[in-house]
């Protein structure tokens, strides 16, 4: 039996879990624009704006590992 730390858990199931839920979303989005039709235009903007909050959660973990904070 292999024994893993709470940590161990933690730091693979965070990240597994926010790329899972970051791609239900992308998913959710482009489901969105189908329905609306959008265009393209609109479905850019759509994308644009609704996954820029991904876009920064990616960013500051990226950052995070460059500057040494993790």
Sequence with gaps: M????PEDIEA???PV???VL????C???????K????GKVGT???FFVLTFGMVGFVAKSI???VLGLE
């Design 12 to 14: 693979i199931g965070v």
């Design 44 to 46: 850019f903007v759509l």
């Design 35 to 38: 329905e609306s039709k959008a």
């Design 2 to 5: 292999v024994n893993f730390s």
């Design 22 to 25: 970051i791609c239900y979303m």
């Design 17 to 19: 879990s926010m790329g």
């Design 27 to 33: 998913f959710i989005v482009w489901n969105l624009a």
């Design 63 to 65: 950052i995070a590992k």
